[in-house]
């Protein structure tokens, strides 16, 4: 299959309240210009470095999500056109985005990333590290983010009944910090759960947006 129609059979069968992020980290212009025709907007990409490369050089309208591990010192590449920064992991890195959004005028969205798998090698917060974060005298200052919601990433696996606890554990995280500390915004709601192997799983435990690669793009360049 190629991509637009790749792209399609996803969406055809997406409920209404997800978003759908194209994961085209490792894939040239060439492939996200097909995606785009096909009418997709949302591109997440994982390093700083490819994301500059290619953003000048693609459509205005897309908005680029960053899904990676993200280091402070690179905030400020990304920092003047980034749509969401999805992997917040710390407050010191929610200081810098905050500190670059100003510079650029803007206010950026992010979501906390949570360390749902059992893998110690992928990112992330507790709960209790993020109520932290945002019983902070820091968090209270700050002007330039805003937060929208969580992300996580499950286990790389075939045992598909891990995988689903992992994403109801990421659900109850949300529905917690929204109770405690969200409860009048209307921005913060989105769980951003599910990849190519495990998206349907992630929308049945209540994903709001699934990013996808290979589905689309086919097997990973290297
Ligand atoms: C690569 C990546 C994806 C997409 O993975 P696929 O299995 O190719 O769909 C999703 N989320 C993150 C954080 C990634 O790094």
Redesign the pocket.
Known sequence: MDIHSNLLSILNKLPENVKLIA?S?TKPGKDIMEAYNAGQRIF?E?KVQDLVAKQPFLPDDIKWHF??HMQTNKVKYIAPFISLI??IDSLKLLREVNKQALKNNRTIDCLLQFHIAEESSKFGLSLSEASDILMSEDYKSIRNVNLVGVMG?STFTDDMQLVRKEFRTLANIYSQLKNEFFANSDDFREISMG???DYHIAIEEGSTMI?????IFGE?NK
């Open positions: 994961v980290k997440g994982n899904i990676g999805q992997a990433m990849m190519s192997g990013r996808i690669g290979t589905s990973r």
